[in-house]
């Protein structure tokens, strides 16, 4: 493991100004995404998704690195017929991988569910390592409901986080640790803050029982909110306090940065909670983005799958990973969105 190798590309994803850019949906997600927009779930239309998102123009001063599907790691773009993860590295932004085969029911839990992916990742890695990924992906899924979060799936799903985060620093990968804690339910945000608290204490005790290098691996953890179906919603101030109190409590400060996942909050509400929480944060880590939905809903809406909406498509997606670049520097206003 060369620990430098892994500190740099860390540090190099949480890049003062950028954020990651999630363009991993697997084959079912990708497929729900382009239900939404009238397009069939194929693999050229995955693609040609995948290609509006990566070659707009001026993306990459606001991106730096991006998860990639397996499929999307070997495709290229449709214009030039270049690697999607050499149009990348060229442009100074680096490829990543989501290397999870996604969350199954956890026996014996009531509900509950854990990621799966472990067997054969050593050899998946040497091969994604190989293609160009330098850094990669695993998300881990915590349900809020009654009786749970339990401490059998937050322990499973913690274990399993460290053992795929320690097989990446092994091939030279930064591993990207996420769990997430849902927002689906109608709890408090008090009710999220508890579960995130035992989340991320379970986490890091296990990447240190796993011999994990902190400083090689960025963190992307779900903001403190309240349920969707919660009658109390908080304000950004809020959500930022909380969200930051928690971090405080839990993620050493050799992690090199937080990158949060948007989570199916709206695309103004996750840049906002971004924006509150970089004015109050003092500086313990770099916190940015590693959105999804977040920086594609508008964009995608807008392509629905017309090669002559691409230009449009990718003037939004470039505006909201603009804004969102603010958002991480505490420096976006509401009123920037209308220019
Ligand atoms: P969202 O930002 O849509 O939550 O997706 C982030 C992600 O990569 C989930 O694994």
């Not at 999630?22 to 998704?49: C, F, H, P, W, Y």
């Not at 749970?148 to 930064?174: F, K």
Request: glycine share 8%; aromatic share 6%; charged share 25%.
């Amino acid at each position: 493991m060369n620990r430098d190798v892994l500190h740099e590309v860390a540090t190099r994803m949480v890049a003062t100004g950028r954020g990651l850019l999630a363009a991993d949906e697997s084959l079912n997600t990708a497929g729900k995404r382009l239900q939404k927009i009238g397009v069939e779930n194929t693999e050229a239309n995955r693609r040609a998704m995948r290609d509006m998102l990566l070659t707009a123009p001026g993306g990459e001063q606001f991106i730096s690195g991006v998860i990639l599907f397996e499929e999307t790691l070997n495709q290229s773009t449709i214009k030039d017929n270049i690697p999607f993860s050499n149009l990348l590295s060229n442009q100074g932004v680096v490829p990543g991988i989501k290397v999870d085969k996604g969350a199954k029911s956890l026996a014996g839990a009531n509900g509950e569910v854990v990621t799966e992916g472990l067997d054969g990742l050593r050899e998946r890695l040497a091969g994604f390592s190989k293609a160009g990924a330098r850094f990669a992906k695993w998300r881990a899924v915590i349900q809020i409901g009654k009786d749970i979060p339990s401490d059998y799936a937050i322990r499973a799903n913690a274990h399993a986080l460290a053992r795929y985060a320690a097989l990446c620093q092994e091939t030279g990968i930064v591993p990207i640790v996420e769990p997430e804690v849902l927002m689906e339910g109608d709890h408090t945000i008090d009710d999220c803050e508890m579960a995130t608290t035992r989340t991320l204490k379970a986490v890091f005790q296990e990447l240190f029982l796993q011999r994990v290098f902190l400083e090689g691996m960025v963190l992307k953890p779900n903001m403190v909110l309240p349920g969707k179906g919660s009658p109390r919603q908080e304000s950004h101030e809020e959500v930022a306090r909380v969200t930051l109190r928690t971090l405080k409590r839990c993620v050493p400060a050799a992690v090199p940065g937080v990158a949060f996942l948007s989570g199916g909050q709206s695309e103004l509400d996750a840049t906002a909670h971004l924006d509150a929480l970089n004015r109050l944060n003092d500086r313990a880590w770099k916190l940015t983005f590693s959105f999804s939905r977040a920086l594609q809903n508008g964009a995608l809406e807008a392509w629905s799958g017309r090669p002559e909406n691409v230009e449009e498509a990718q003037r939004l997606f470039v505006h909201r990973a603009q804004m969102n670049s603010l958002a991480s520097k505490g420096e976006w206003s509401r009123s920037l969105e209308d220019k």
